[in-house]
């Protein structure tokens, strides 16, 4: 089975552009979660889309959105960027949940964004 | 007061010995519990994950869970080199969500 993919791997952008990333979950799930990690605050909750509904969102900016399309394909957008916008953006793919217990999330190798 | 708490090290054991990687949660409502593997510049890799009290061991790796007291831990055995790298304990609360609430990680480093 493929992992899940992401990209672009790098990017450089100016601020006050924007970003596009892209996220293609491991075949058969439908549930993707997007994180932001940083050297500073570590790994951050973004937003999870589960069958092309958002269904979490964590304590970030309306700047970063996201959707998810009928192929549980997700991309998350971030606009207006600022400096402290770089980061690397992780993209997790999980298992349709269960009863009241987590399923398993994989991560990608993630998108490193640097904003200049 | 955070989360997820982990030591961040590093945490520094010699080849074959026994690393011992502890975390705590706040969170009384957390019900799945992840150990993650960040290599310099890749991305995280889960190597255990537990839901309920007690032990589960895979291969060199332990995990242990005890919901009383807040904490989870994960044990590696006969470290070796190339389990040099980040850990990173995540907790998920129950419903129907799959976010995870990541610590900031411990950097082992065994020693040859």
């Known amino acids: 089975k493929a992992g899940v993919t992401q990209t672009p791997r790098y990017l450089i952008k100016t601020r006050g552009q924007q970003v596009t990333l892209s996220c293609s979950p491991i075949?058969?799930?439908?549930?993707v979660s997007w994180y932001q990690q940083t050297p500073g605050q570590g790994l951050q909750f973004l937003f999870e889309?589960?069958?092309?509904?958002?269904?979490n969102k964590g304590n970030f900016p309306g700047r970063f959105s996201g959707r998810q399309f009928s192929n549980s394909r997700s991309e998350m957008n971030v606009s207006t960027l600022e400096l402290g916008d770089s980061a690397l953006y992780l993209c997790?793919?999980?298992?349709?949940?269960?009863?009241?217990?987590?399923?398993?999330?994989?991560f990608g190798q993630g998108t490193r964004l640097t904003v200049v | 007061q955070k989360e997820v708490e982990q030591n961040s090290g590093p945490l520094s054991v010699p080849e074959g010995a026994i690393a011992s990687l502890n975390c705590t949660y706040s969170d009384r409502g957390s019900q799945s519990f992840f150990w993650y593997r960040q290599y310099s510049g890749k991305s995280p890799e889960l190597i255990m994950f537990?839901?309920?009290?007690g032990d589960k061991e895979d291969g060199r790796f332990t995990a242990q869970l005890n919901k009383a007291s807040q904490y989870v831990s994960l044990l590696i055995r006969d470290s070796q080199p190339s389990d040099s790298a980040t850990y990173l304990c995540a907790v998920s609360r129950s419903g129907a969500t799959n976010k995870l609430i990541f610590g900031t990680g411990t950097l082992l480093a065994v020693q040859p």
């Open positions: 537990i839901y309920s009290n």
């Open positions: 889309y589960f069958s092309e509904t958002q269904r």
């Open positions: 075949s058969g799930h439908r549930s």
């Open positions: 997790a793919s999980s298992e349709t949940r269960t009863g009241l217990l987590g399923t398993e999330a994989f």
